[in-house]
């Protein structure tokens, strides 16, 4: 791969299109060349760049600080890498050794070690930080953390099917609203449900408001519940979830979780924001439906 197109630059860096030409009009960086179309067209050294440039803005620097920096100058301001011990050598190693097979197997024998509840509420959880910062620091690359992803994701649903189906309110309606792939932190959440007996309905990523709460009713759900990764903006969690929350009917609960749900610091009237599993886990061994 020798240059990228302004969409593939916009996967790799979750980085919007919009922002990244807008940034070029204000700082000169990203800096694209045009292919015969005229169309933008992007060096690969500069996703690394850009990986960079977002870890400074996550961390709470503004544009205009972080991308006047000269390449040098935002190596000696992005965070170190991480130590070995930070990022779970052995889990990076096992990654690493592009062992199809081989990661299923740990990732089955530590489910059976823990159990589907402690693997869930703590492994899972601690494994999924380790890739994404592993993939933010470069240790990683974006195939292999996709086939970590993937494993994980197979292993929860072969270990949810083993269960019966929950019987048990709450009944619970599983999804992200629109502009939010990542659905793992929903597959924890299912399966936890299933561990307790509640009844989960998964409906998968990006479910139209509308259908969500035609959905609501179909099911009966008591509750829905969404999840926000780092990957949504706070402000864009706050208005999706708002909207949902007056399109519902008021007695079906809205649940959140993830890290950019976390990051609201006044959630809307009637939302409930969950700050890991193991409340989720808390909730349903009290049989409650909290937030109606
Ligand atoms: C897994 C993953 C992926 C998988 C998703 C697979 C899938 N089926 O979901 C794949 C590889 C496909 C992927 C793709 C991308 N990803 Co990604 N991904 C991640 C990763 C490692 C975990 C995300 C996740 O599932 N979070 C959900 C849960 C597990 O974590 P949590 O938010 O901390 O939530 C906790 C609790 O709050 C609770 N919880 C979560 N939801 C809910 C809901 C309820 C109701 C309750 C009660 C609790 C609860 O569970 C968690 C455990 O306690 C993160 C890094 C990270 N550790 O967050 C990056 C991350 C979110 N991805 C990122 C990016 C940039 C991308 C890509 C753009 C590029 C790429 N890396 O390939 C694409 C975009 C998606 C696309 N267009 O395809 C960035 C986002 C950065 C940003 N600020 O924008 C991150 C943060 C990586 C990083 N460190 O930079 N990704």
Same mark, same amino acid.
Do not use: I, K
């Given at each position: 791969m020798t240059d990228l197109s302004i969409a593939a630059l916009a996967l790799e860096t979750g980085i919007p299109k919009e922002t990244l030409r807008m940034w070029e009009r204000r700082? /000169?960086?990203p800096q694209p060349t045009r292919n015969a179309r005229g169309e933008r067209r992007y060096p690969v050294q500069q996703v690394a760049r850009l990986r960079q440039v977002r870890r400074l803005l996550d961390l709470g620097m503004r544009p205009g600080q972080v991308l006047t920096l000269s390449p040098e100058e935002l190596e000696q301001a *992005? +965070? =170190? +890498?991480?130590?070995p011990d930070t990022l779970d050598p052995g889990l990076v190693d096992l990654i690493k050794r592009h062992d199809d097979e081989g990661l299923r197997q740990e990732l089955r024998a530590r489910l059976l070690r823990e159990g589907l509840r402690r693997f869930v509420c703590e492994s899972a959880a601690g494994m999924l930080t380790t890739v994404g910062d592993g993939w933010a620091r470069g240790v990683l690359e974006v195939f292999e953390e996709h086939h970590f992803s993937a494993q994980l994701d197979s292993v929860l649903r072969e270990a949810v099917a083993q269960? &019966? +189906?929950? *019987? =048990? =309110?709450?009944r619970v309606l599983l999804t992200t609203l629109s /502009?939010? &792939?990542?659905t793992l932190g929903l597959m924890l959440a299912f399966a936890l449900l299933r561990v307790e007996g509640a009844a989960g309905i998964l409906l998968g990523a990006q479910t139209p408001e509308s259908q969500i709460v035609a959905a609501a009713e179909a099911f009966a759900a008591d509750a829905v519940a969404l999840s926000f990764s780092e990957y949504v903006d706070p402000g864009a969690v706050r208005l999706g979830v708002r909207r949902l929350r007056q399109a519902l009917p008021p007695d079906v609960a809205l649940w959140c979780g993830g890290r950019s749900a976390q990051r609201l610091k006044r959630p809307p009237a009637g939302v409930v924001i969950f700050s890991d599993l193991e409340q989720l886990a808390a909730v349903l061994e009290s049989r409650g439906v909290v937030g109606n």
């Open positions: 700082y /000169g960086f *992005a +965070p =170190r +890498p991480p130590s269960l &019966p +189906p929950g *019987a =048990r =309110r709450p /502009g939010e &792939p990542h």
